[in-house]
């Protein structure tokens, strides 16, 4: 069974930095892209980007929507098949629930973390 | 940017119809699919490829694309149906876009 386990919620302050995970089991990790997706409070679903863990070239593994390129760090670890999504620098902004998803070769996203709640705030 | 544009809003009553449109230049020569989400839930693929079901879900749930409108339709929409739904498709940039999502209402 496919499954996509997220870590839990976190609550942090501007200026400071997180890593937030995606665990994956039930499928081979490096066969399929992550996509991240990021939903603020009441709003619609927004697509961050994708990650490809087969790819070791850290240049070149991961697509950043526009909106999201220069702010946001997509990484992998093969070894626990695990995806991270990581700021260096929070904004009160970021304050949001983010999915991580399965992207199918079929171009769709047919498994879903639960989600992890970021609140930044002073 | 590529843009995907739905109606706020959709209200049926219980049995009937529910057409919910997604709008997008040339949207008819990309793949659509639609999700799911039950609020305080995440999303779950309901349509994807324009009109494929997957497994799982229920055959009151249809898809298809044509000209500039993908349509998700619910035949004999029930109280479960009620959530939110959202389009998506790839722009040429090859970035995923989201529609905006419309509140289906069952009442």
């Known amino acids: 069974e496919v499954q996509l386990e997220q870590s839990g919620a976190e609550v942090k302050k501007p200026g400071e930095s997180l890593r937030i995970s995606c665990k994956t089991s039930?499928?081979?990790?490096?066969?399929?892209?992550i996509t991240w997706v990021r939903q603020m409070p009441g709003k619609g679903l927004e697509w961050m980007g994708k990650?490809?863990?087969?790819?070791?070239?850290?240049?070149?593994?991961?697509n950043y929507s526009p909106s999201f390129r220069g702010h946001v760090t997509f990484s992998g670890d093969r070894a626990i098949t695990t995806a991270y999504l990581q700021w260096s620098s929070l904004r009160p902004s970021d304050t949001a629930t983010y999915f991580c998803a399965r992207l199918t070769d079929k171009q769709y996203l047919d498994f879903w973390g639960q989600g992890t709640r970021v609140t930044v705030s002073s | 940017s590529y843009e995907l544009t739905q109606p706020p809003s959709v209200s049926v009553s219980p049995g009937q119809t529910a057409n919910i449109t997604c709008s997008g230049y040339?949207?008819?020569?990309?793949?659509t699919s639609w999700y799911q989400q039950i609020p305080g839930q995440s999303p779950i693929v309901v349509i994807h490829q324009d009109h494929r079901r997957p497994s799982g879900i229920p055959e009151r749930f249809s898809g298809a694309n044509s000209g500039n409108t993908a349509t998700l339709t619910i035949s004999g929409a029930q109280a479960v149906d009620e959530a939110d739904y959202f389009c998506?498709?790839?722009?040429?940039?090859?970035?995923?876009?989201f529609g905006g999502g419309t509140k289906l209402t069952v009442l």
């Open positions: 990650f490809d863990p087969s790819d070791p070239d850290t240049d070149s593994q991961s």
């Open positions: 039930g499928y081979t990790f490096t066969n399929s892209w």
């Open positions: 998506q498709a790839w722009d040429n940039n090859n970035d995923l876009v």
């Open positions: 040339n949207l008819e020569h990309k793949y």
